[in-house]
């Protein structure tokens, strides 16, 4: 039989084999059937989704699995505080084997480590609740190891118990040390009514081995109550992760939590997130926030528990990102009070007054930046997105968007004859492609912008075609490690063309991928099947971005001409540090024509920049947190001695105080208002803390050198 005669004999087989199996029964249907049915579908359709419209065209075989299963594992027991060593060894028969699961629609390894967690969590159970029945020693020198990454599976369940017990020391000593500094201000308190005596440290530490206790009792009856579909759907997640980051299956839910699985904006505090490993961390925070106008939340920062006004703090960790969300959300004007761990491992408590996130304050901003000394106006752009209503402008309508809004500011501007322009895309995740291409084009005459290559392999060229440009002089953009997508292509456009000075950390987010979203609804194959929705979406990585000069921006990113001290620079944060991102290569450069005056003696610039960097009170400060942040993140082991940690504490407080009074601007380290401003406030503040930003005011000093460079040019 000829080979493709071959492959539709398969497929009509496979497909009757599906349309037997899936059948609907009739009568009082089996609950266990139907789940089982819809695992079979949704193989399928992953299987042919991801096979058919991949970007990477990766194979579904053993290494797939392999990678699969990796991620598998740690979602299942991210900590490594459920399974030993001999389940891990049962489970591991299965490594190889989830391409075939995929392939035939049978699965397994979700149904064998449901068994084993099941068999595991009434010991972990009786074992914490014995181990938090006895009073610890914390004067001694134990310690214990942080960092996941570092810990093998025990290998037995003595080892275990071992590994509960100094993580319970852990937990309690610090909520101890947390109890004990509330039982302090409480008894500041002088107009506190009905003042009661002072807890002793006995009674603090009972208190805290109590609400360690029900913390891990609420953690174990949602991991008891867990249902069939949460298992499948995380092997679901787990099968299309391997593929990469970015492609994800995304189990059916609610408007609300489908919103959050897609854009995981937080309109109570003002902050994006995402689920990993276990633990829920900030993507970015949005502008003009609660978080935001605090100050003291950061991107990659982990929150590990949520108060609600005065009630007990709920542990999140391990909770589904959906459920972490409903403990932080809530109504406008009350008291949220999270406790994260920042990137270095330090904790800290953040107190939040929730409102509702003003979109004007995510849209285009910009003002004059005036050297009063030397009689020159500079411009200030911030871009924080790239949006665009696109079902006002499907039709030729006139909805907001970010090009436009970029437009309106230049006009502003024109009329105090700036001498340079800054575009501040610090913290941009991305958006609207065409904004990034239609923007990049207001300040070059016409030509490429971006390379698209698709799954044939085929490239497409997005230039911009109008001649117009809305600015002429020297520019220079802003950027940092959470950059991304969109604010990549416009930095680096304007990079390859010689049009800007680039200037921020190492590099940027490098992310230089599309995703699209399939309904897996709408994608039903056969018949009869409706009994098996809602079936959820499928997010997969379908294009990839190039620069005109023939380079990706995925992986790498965008490095910048001028690099500044960045108090991230030690932070192991974008493309190049997710689990199978998608490599950076390159392809051929598009034709285009250099800047009329292109931006080439950037050596110069970067060295006059180095000399101010130097001796500049504010980067010398931010190079000083950076190494701390950097030193600290190395420090995994951690003391369970009681002095050595309030030690810690005192040095962690220390720091975030220094921090707050630091150099500080628009993103994130001086210390913000957490209440509601009035219009005139939110404009005096955003005005002050542009020109205090320590980045744009180095800016405008690579401004005056390059537009004295550009002379020096012009009289030779």
Not at 237 to 260: G, N, R, V
Request: net charge neutral; aromatic share 8%; with cysteine.
């Amino acid at each position: 039989m000829q080979s493709g005669t071959l492959k539709k004999f398969l497929l009509i087989l496979i497909l009757c084999l599906f349309s037997f199996n899936l059948a609907p029964s009739h009568g009082d249907d089996d609950p266990a059937k139907i789940e089982e049915n819809r695992a079979k579908l949704l193989s399928y359709m992953l299987v042919n989704n991801l096979g058919k419209h991949h970007f990477s065209r990766k194979k579904i075989d053993d290494d797939l699995s392999k990678a699969a299963f990796k991620v598998y594992l740690k979602q299942l027991d991210p900590q490594k505080r459920y399974f030993i060593k001999e389940d891990i060894d049962k489970l591991s028969a299965f490594a190889e084997k989830i391409d075939d699961e995929m392939k035939a629609g049978s699965i397994q390894l979700p149904v064998r480590a449901s068994e084993l967690m099941g068999q595991r969590l009434p010991l972990i159970r009786d074992m914490i609740r014995e181990i938090l029945s006895q009073e610890f020693d914390f004067n001694g020198n134990e310690t214990i190891e942080t960092d996941i990454d570092k810990l093998e599976f025990c290998s037995s369940l003595p080892e275990l118990r071992e590994r509960w017990q100094k993580t319970l020391k852990y937990q309690v000593m610090h909520r101890y040390l947390t109890l004990l500094e509330d039982e302090k201000a409480l008894q500041k308190d002088e107009q506190s009514d009905n003042k009661k005596p002072a807890k002793s440290e006995k009674e603090l530490i009972a208190t805290a081995r109590e609400k360690i206790l029900k913390t891990y009792e609420t953690i174990f009856a949602r991991l008891i109550q867990e249902k069939s579909r949460d298992r499948y759907d995380r092997y679901f997640e787990s099968f299309s992760k391997a593929f990469d980051p970015h492609t994800d299956y995304l189990p059916p839910t609610d408007k609300e939590d489908f919103d959050i699985g897609m854009k995981g904006q937080l309109e109570g505090i003002g902050a994006t997130l995402k689920e990993e490993d276990g633990y829920v961390k900030v993507v970015s925070i949005v502008p003009g926030g609660p978080a935001y106008r605090q100050g003291s939340l950061q991107p990659e920062d982990t929150i590990l528990k949520v108060r609600e006004g005065k009630n007990e703090p709920v542990e999140i960790t391990d909770m589904k990102l959906r459920d972490a969300i409903k403990h932080i959300r809530g109504k406008k004007g009350t008291e949220v009070t999270l406790t994260i761990k920042k990137p270095g491992g330090a904790l800290a408590s953040i107190t939040l007054i929730r409102d509702v996130v003003q979109l004007e304050e995510g849209f285009v901003k910009g003002m004059l930046l005036k050297d009063d000394q030397l009689g020159k106006n500079f411009g200030y752009i911030r871009i924080p997105t790239f949006y665009r209503d696109f079902e006002k402008t499907r039709f030729g309508g006139n909805g907001r968007n970010s090009t436009d809004d970029v437009r309106k500011e230049m006009k502003k501007l024109e009329s105090s004859k700036i001498e340079g322009l800054i575009l501040d895309l610090r913290n941009n995740g991305g958006g609207a492609l065409t904004d990034s291409v239609k923007t990049a084009g207001l300040f070059i005459k016409d030509g490429p912008v971006v390379q698209v290559k698709g799954l044939d392999g085929k490239v497409s060229v997005l230039s911009d075609d109008d001649a117009d440009i809305a600015y002429e002089g020297p520019i220079i953009v802003l950027v940092n490690k959470f950059s991304a997508s969109a604010s990549e292509i416009l930095a680096g456009a304007l990079q390859d063309y010689g049009r800007a000075v680039i200037i921020g950390g190492e590099h940027t987010h490098g992310k230089g991928t599309v995703q699209t979203i399939v309904d897996l609804n709408d994608e039903m194959p056969f018949q009869n099947m409706d009994y098996l929705k809602p079936l959820g979406a499928l997010k997969l990585t379908t294009q990839k971005f190039y620069r005109i000069t023939g380079a990706s921006t995925q992986y790498r990113g965008i490095t910048p001409d001028i690099i500044l001290p960045d108090r991230f620079t030690g932070l192991k944060s974008g493309e190049q540090h997710l689990d199978y991102a998608l490599p950076w290569d390159t392809i051929n450069a598009a034709t285009y024509s250099k800047w009329k005056n292109p931006v080439e003696r950037t050596s110069a610039l970067k060295e006059k920049s180095l000399q101010r960097v130097r001796t500049k009170k504010d980067f010398l400060e931010i190079e000083g947190f950076s190494k701390i942040v950097t030193d600290e993140q190395k420090k995994t082991i951690k003391s369970l001695n009681i002095e050595t940690a309030r030690k810690e504490l005192e040095e962690t407080r220390a720091m975030r105080e220094k921090e707050n009074k630091g150099p500080h601007g628009k993103h994130g380290n001086g210390k913000k208002s957490s209440g509601p401003m009035t219009e005139d406030e939110k404009k005096e503040f955003w005005n002050k803390e542009v020109r205090e930003d320590a980045y744009v005011l180095e800016a405008v000093s690579v401004l005056l050198d390059l537009i004295a460079d550009q002379k020096a040019l012009t009289l030779k």
